[in-house]
């Protein structure tokens, strides 16, 4: 099993000596999902945007896909990243001035020069599978959040990415729009994508994930196996957070 | 290394433009040498051998050019304050106008903004002096009494005669601006949220109270951005004074440039003046901000 | 019989809600109806519309030399129609492709069709005149500082202090000056800064120095637009591996103009306008053409029907403009999410 991240030591310091990364190591291996979970402020979102260099960090070392980065932030080593991991957002971030097939294929055409043709086939192919083909020349507006989300999974795929990180997928999503987003990620996973989802989603770490990471303000404060997290958390704060989304 | 890429880039760009600079430079001098024009501000000092019709501070053709400038300045200003006046008075009117519940009102007043905005200035103007003053033969002019006449010579109030340039300019500039500040004031008033509307009627407060006391402090802020960027299209547009033949601080400037051939010490001296009218609108219009706007972000 | 009710009740509850809004409304009318009233009686009895109706050929093409006057005129009606074509267009997609080119392409065929050259006369820019001067002022201006406007947006927000301070001075010290100055100086002072033996013309000066004016403006609305794009779009456009041009030229510039869209037709509505200035400026554009009329001795002093007809002109024309600036905002708007 190879890995695809390697996080040794990341640590990321804001002015007033506040900590938003503390010393976080983690590995994910070829084929596995990883969810992390935490409550808001834990570092989470700060953590997976270092994996794409989104965000820069101030000491450790960071290796994607056989790439070290560091705290020098080289632009080069983080373009070859980017081209090879794709991310799927909170917000969507869709480009509301580019149709949906334009919005998948504008990295593939631009990035990786493909040809205009093979980039909207392959686009087509990619909206097919996310159950959205007949809106490919619609714009972002006219369609509800779960299909712009399922165009933005569609986006992060058209690069033919070795990882995908996903940062809070459904959080912005009406309630009755959460299944269908989540059930696309799914499928992901059984085809076998290496997949980082920060996520509220209980069900779905359980199913789906096999590893849960839990943070707080920064730590990682506990990384088991989804039975043994949902049923048995090692740690009082895990169980505390736990108690506190089953409330919601 | 990235660092210093960047700092040879810029380099690179300040070089080409130094020597862009230089060789717009270089075309100047050659040609001020061939005119055998040069470049100084001695003539500043000479008399100005033109005579302007009107002058707030006494001036004669003797006086210095330096005078000359001096003396324009204080018209523009003059013509600047008065339709800056005029036009808020008749602008607000029309902007309450645009936006009141009597349809007719606002058809009426979206008609005259309409109008107003669609045609150029220059030709406004040239209609209010040509046909509105110049236009009046000279044994027709409209009396009020003693308290009013107006005529082609201007319009005379007691103790205070405006001439027929500076009027159709004040007219032209204050009617022009006029309907662009209307259209501020009725963005600001929309820019308060129909709910407020609906609070105070619920309160039972009268609509005009309800506008004074509720919607337009809200609808300030919004405001006086607008304002002032009119404001200061105002003191631009007030150069178009050459067109009527006032002798504002543009006209003074271009009669100098005939007479002395200096263009780009009296561009140099204009660009300075506007520079400073602008800072002095913005910094007026920033009083006005923190004097007006301020205590009631704080009540 | 029904519709007539209801339109008079309606009429009655726009007009006559309450006591107060019907007098106000009463004295309104009556007011309108003497103005009217009088307007209409001189604009019928009185005015003497022979100052327009006999000049009709130099209000739209100048000292354009009769002969070859179906120049201009097919440029003109040619504008018309793509006027009508972008108002009736078919989907976005096809009127992005076609008719934007059509547009740009509309000022070189004009200027073959002015200039002449390959078969056809040539004419001096010294006989271009009235409407079509006009139009060809803003058309070329507007085009050239468009693109111009961009760079100093770009420049302004540029991570090089030096190029940001440089195009900020630009753009305040043009912003701060009247456009009369500008044009002023425009022609005086652009032959001096040439070198011997190179000149520009009038016509090519004028719109070059309405270009280095509204470029200036443009960028301010385009850097407007550019502060308005929520920094989630360049993360989104980083994290698919766009490099940094890569997203000015495909996320950052075309957002922008449309965000700033309604700001820039503005500008060249503004434009149009004042490309009357040229007249004071010894060009005999639209107005410049009503003052050389006005001048003659055989229609001296009729200035109202003069000025009456060129500001229906403007009016109209600017109208036209306003229309279609509309109708461009409403079809942008269908693939501008509300962010």
Redesign the interface.
Known sequence: MEPIVIAKNITKSYTKGLRALDNVSLTVNQGKVLVVMGPSGSGKSTLIRTFNGLESFDQGELNVLGIKINSTHD?RKIQKIRRKVGMVFQQFNLFPHLSILENITLAPINVQKRRQREANEYGMYLLNQMGIDSHAKKYPNQLSGGEQQRVAIARALALKPKLLLFDEPTSALDPERINEVLDAMRRLAQQGMTMVVVTHEIGFAKDVSDQVLFMDSGKVIETSTPDIFFSNAKHERSRKFLNQLDKH | M?RNR?IF??LG??II?ITLIAI?IN??T???L?TGIGFNFNWLLKPASFSLAEHPLPYSASDSYAWALFIGWMNSLKVIVSSLVLSSLVGTLIGFARTS?????GL?SAGYI??IR???????L??WY??GFL?LKDNISIHIKNLFKLSNQGIELPGLTLSSEFSALLFGLSIFTSAYIAEVIRGGILSVSRGQWEAFRSLGLSERKGLFFIIIPQALPAIIPGLTSQYLNLA?????A??VGYSDI?AI??TI?NQTGR??EC?LI??IS??LL?LVITNFMELINRIIIKPIKHN | MNLIITFFIKLRK??F?NVL?SI??LI??LI?FSIFFNIFGWLIFNANWKVVTSNLPLYAFGSFPANQQWRPATWIISLLTLSMLTLLGPEWKWLRKNLLLAWISTVPFGLYLLYGGLGLLPITSRHWGGLTLTILLTLCSSLLSLPFGIVLALCRQS?????KK?SAIYID?MR??????VL??GQ??I??????GIEIDRVWRAVFAFTLFVSAYIAEDIRGGLQSIPSTQIEAANSLGLNKYQIIKFILIPQALRIALPALTNQS?GLF??T??M??LGLVEL?GIGRSILANPEFIGQ??EV?IW??CL??FV??IM?VLARHLEKRMLINQAIV
């Not at chain 2, 519940?101 to 009102?105: F, G, I, M, R, T």
């Not at chain 3, 991570?159 to 190029?163: A, D, H, I, K």
């Not at chain 3, 701060?176 to 100055?181: H, K």
């Open positions: 632009e | 990235k960047k880039f810029q760009i300040f433009f717009l075309n100047l050659i040609n001020l061939r519940k009597n349809s007719l009102l009426i309409t109008i669609q045609t150029p200035l220059l030709l406004q040239m209609f040509f046909v236009g631009k547009n007030s150069t178009l050459i067109a543009y400037n271009d440039i263009a780009i561009f204009l660009l506007f520079l602008n | 726009l007009f809600s809004n106000i409304s309104i009318i309108l991570s090089f202090p030096l190029v440089l010290s701060a000056i009247p456009l009369i100055s002023f100086f005086l002072l032959p001096l800064f040439l070198p011997v509505i306008q004042n009357s200035l007249a004071i107005l200035y109202i000025y060129l500001a403007y009016w600017c109208t306003a």
